[in-house]
């Protein structure tokens, strides 16, 4: 089960996994490999700004998106790092949904704020099939007995397949992204509800 773990990231506060940056490059690697270079990634909930900082360290060439209520007391300072302040609603006026508009940009969406299950059911319709994939932190499997993660915030089987307007994700890299109590879908085709 994944070890719980707040720590700093260059000056910033981060609540991860003390080996989440070891098996989030092994998943982004192999997402990549699957299924093609992703230009975005969006990060719902900036907190202190560790993770949005880190994202843009490692990946400069990819445009880095964090949103939050609240701006961190000091701005992250990396050229590819844009911070949105304010909240994301699912609106059509939500600048979020926004940067998941263009079709040749492949997006990855980081659920990790203040309701991770809400934001995965807004933010997956906006998804562009078989392309962009959404992911949520604080995640546990109760079938692989991962009940000790300090910070669970819901289970795997409260994750909706089916959102209320008919989107279906679908689960990938479950054992990589599992080791760090995440989890993440790809969108796949619209059903009739």
Known sequence: MPEAGHFDYQGRWLQQHSAFFEW??????????ARGPIHRIIE??????????YLGNTWTGKAIHTFDLQAPSVPIGL??????????????????CELLLPSDKRCLVLCDGGNKLAELSRYAP??????????AHDCVDP???DFDWAWREFTLEQVPYR?????????????????IAWVGYIRQADVMV
């Open 24 to 33: 989030f490059e092994i998943f982004m690697i192999e997402e990549e490999e």
């Open 44 to 53: 719902i909930g900036t907190g202190a700004g560790g993770l949005a900082k």
């Open 79 to 96: 050229s590819n790092v844009t911070q949105h302040i304010g909240d994301c609603d699912g609106t059509t006026n939500d600048a979020l």
């Open 126 to 135: 906006h998804l562009k099939v078989g392309v962009d994939v959404i992911a």
């Open 143 to 145: 079938e692989a007995g």
């Open 163 to 179: 959102t209320t307007l008919g989107t279906r994700i679908e689960r990938i890299a479950a054992g990589v992204l599992r080791q």
